[in-house]
């Protein structure tokens, strides 16, 4: 299979690898120094479960590479309009698009550009990083959940379920793919946004009482938006959030990793969107407005540094 990785940051460029190891035809597109490390060392895999070395083809060019029979969407939320139009090159007539974003509307904006019948959903549990250019650091889980927009599950779903399963990637199909978005939002809205505002790892939140009942009233909005939008989450979901995150220690969000390495902050497909729901709706998110206010304010101060460095 000819599988293209957009955004070879660490979802991408771990998951590519994995497929290229499987023995798939792999380009990456990538850019700056993380592509130019990959062209001259290869792509440097550093996991809890084996370190290896892939030489594959990077490019910053998605035409270099040519249509592709599976995409790896892996971009930014805040590059993605650019992004999904660079695809063109990469579409052939049976591509399909595996989107692996933050947030949950990131597959709806694609198939609007690229049609539904050609996007799949998906939802990563990885903790991961660029340790530097050309090297991730892979370090706990790494599952992948897909599924179609429409909820069925045709043949195509499961050929991709049968790449991934056969390159080691623990992965599963979900006909309520939406419905797995909002959960994972219901962890990320508080915590991402929490860790980051704070440079603080996820267990200095579950230590403070304070913090903790915040971000359960962040989790709460997120349901009240999910339930705007028609999805019904368990009442419950709040507590099991909690639950999970107490094996969590020490780690450190991937909001947190792009303001420690000077990056834009991924705040409106985390908080912003929660804000948008409720608005739409008449009601109001209070703690994802002020998480989603401090965020922004940090993120612009973040690139002015950067760009001024």
Same mark, same amino acid.
């Given at each position: 299979?000819?599988?293209?990785?957009?955004?070879?940051?660490?979802?991408?460029?771990?998951?590519?690898?994995?497929?290229?190891?499987?023995?798939?035809?792999?380009?990456?597109?990538?850019?700056?120094?993380?592509?130019?490390?990959? =062209?001259?060392?290869?792509?440097?895999?550093?996991?809890?479960?084996?370190?290896?070395?892939?030489?594959?083809?990077?490019?910053?060019?998605?035409?270099?590479?040519?249509?592709?029979?599976?995409?790896?969407?892996?971009?930014?939320?805040? /590059?993605?309009?650019?992004?999904?139009?660079?695809?063109?090159?990469?579409?052939?007539?049976?591509?399909?698009? #595996?989107?692996?974003?933050?947030?949950?509307?990131?597959? =709806?904006?694609?198939?609007?550009?690229?049609?539904?019948?050609?996007?799949?959903?998906?939802?990563?549990?990885?903790?991961?990083?660029? *340790?530097?250019?050309?090297?991730?650091?892979?370090?706990?889980?790494?599952?992948?959940?897909?599924?179609?927009? /429409?909820?069925?599950?045709?043949?195509?779903?499961?050929?991709?379920?049968?790449?991934?399963?056969?390159?080691?990637?623990?992965?599963?199909?979900?006909? *309520?793919?939406?419905?797995?978005?909002? =959960?994972? #939002?219901?962890?990320?809205?508080?915590?991402?946004?929490?860790?980051?505002?704070?440079?603080?790892?996820?267990?200095?939140?579950? /230590?403070?009482?304070?913090?903790?009942?915040?971000?359960?009233?962040?989790?709460?909005?997120?349901?009240?938006?999910?339930?705007?939008?028609?999805?019904?989450?368990?009442?419950?979901?709040?507590?099991?959030?909690?639950?999970?995150?107490?094996?969590?220690?020490?780690?450190?969000?991937?909001?947190?990793?792009?303001?420690?390495?000077?990056?834009?902050? *991924?705040?409106?497909?985390?908080?912003?969107?929660?804000?948008?729901?409720?608005?739409?709706?008449?009601?109001?998110?209070?703690?994802?407005?002020?998480?989603?206010?401090?965020?922004?304010?940090?993120? *612009?101060?973040?690139? =002015?540094?950067?760009?001024?460095?």
């Amino acid at each position: 299979m000819r599988i293209a990785v957009m955004g070879a940051g660490a979802v991408g460029a771990y998951f590519g690898a994995k497929l290229a190891a499987a023995g798939h035809e792999v380009g990456f597109v990538a850019r700056g120094k993380h592509l130019e490390a990959m =062209q001259r060392d290869g792509l440097i895999i550093k996991s809890i479960n084996g370190d290896h070395r892939i030489r594959s083809f990077f490019t910053a060019d998605p035409a270099a590479f040519g249509a592709a029979d599976l995409i790896l969407f892996c971009v930014k939320t805040y /590059d993605m309009e650019v992004a999904a139009k660079q695809l063109a090159p990469l579409i052939g007539k049976d591509t399909a698009i #595996l989107t692996l974003q933050n947030g949950v509307d990131g597959p =709806q904006r694609l198939a609007e550009l690229w049609g539904s019948h050609r996007t799949w959903a998906g939802v990563v549990f990885i903790a991961a990083r660029v *340790e530097r250019p050309g090297v991730i650091e892979h370090t706990a889980a790494g599952k992948i959940v897909f599924g179609e927009l /429409d909820g069925t599950v045709g043949q195509t779903t499961r050929r991709l379920h049968e790449a991934l399963s056969q390159a080691n990637i623990p992965c599963e199909i979900s006909p *309520e793919i939406t419905s797995v978005m909002w =959960q994972k #939002l219901v962890w990320n809205a508080p915590f991402c946004a929490l860790c980051c505002l704070l440079q603080a790892p996820v267990q200095a939140i579950l /230590d403070s009482a304070s913090l903790t009942a915040l971000a359960v009233r962040c989790m709460e909005e997120v349901s009240e938006a999910a339930a705007c939008a028609g999805i019904r989450l368990d009442p419950s979901i709040a507590a099991q959030t909690l639950r999970f995150s107490q094996g969590l220690g020490g780690f450190k969000p991937s909001m947190l990793q792009d303001l420690e390495n000077g990056k834009p902050l *991924e705040y409106q497909a985390l908080n912003g969107i929660v804000r948008d729901v409720l608005d739409r709706h008449g009601r109001r998110a209070p703690v994802n407005e002020t998480l989603y206010t401090l965020l922004k304010f940090l993120g *612009e101060r973040n690139r =002015q540094h950067a760009s001024s460095s």
